[in-house]
């Protein structure tokens, strides 16, 4: 199992009630029409911040944490490789614009241990 993970800021000047209710019903759909068939999971993790040791709530270093599960190494490459093409790219890239803070987007593999408690 391949899991790929992207904490990911909401644009200046957007509201989380914004940012929410644009990727829920815009973005996660173009998410969705390009993943199916390679991913088997596409979650999205909202963040709402908790006080600090001092009683203090800041904004969120992220406001969401997507996660996407693929079966394996070579169907995370398969998709990856869709994903260049020109006409999907820029369909991503011209909503993600819309978005996202694109200098503080990143994507990392994760390896994943879970305790049994």
Known sequence: MIKVIMPMRRREGMTINQF???????????????????????????????????????DPD???????????????????????KPDVKKEINDDEERIFDLSLMRSYIVDEFESQI
């Not at 173009?30 to 979650?43: N, Q, S």
Request: net charge neutral; charged share 30%; hydrophobic share 30%.
């Open 62 to 84: 992220f406001d969401v944490l997507m996660e996407i599960w693929y079966p394996d190494m070579e169907t995370f490459e398969n998709c990856a490789k869709s994903l260049q």
């Open 20 to 58: 929410r209710e644009y990727y829920e019903t815009k973005h996660r759909i173009i998410g969705e029409k390009y993943l199916k068939g390679y991913a088997i999971k596409y979650i999205r993790r909202f963040t709402n911040p908790l006080p600090d040791r001092d009683g203090n709530i800041y």
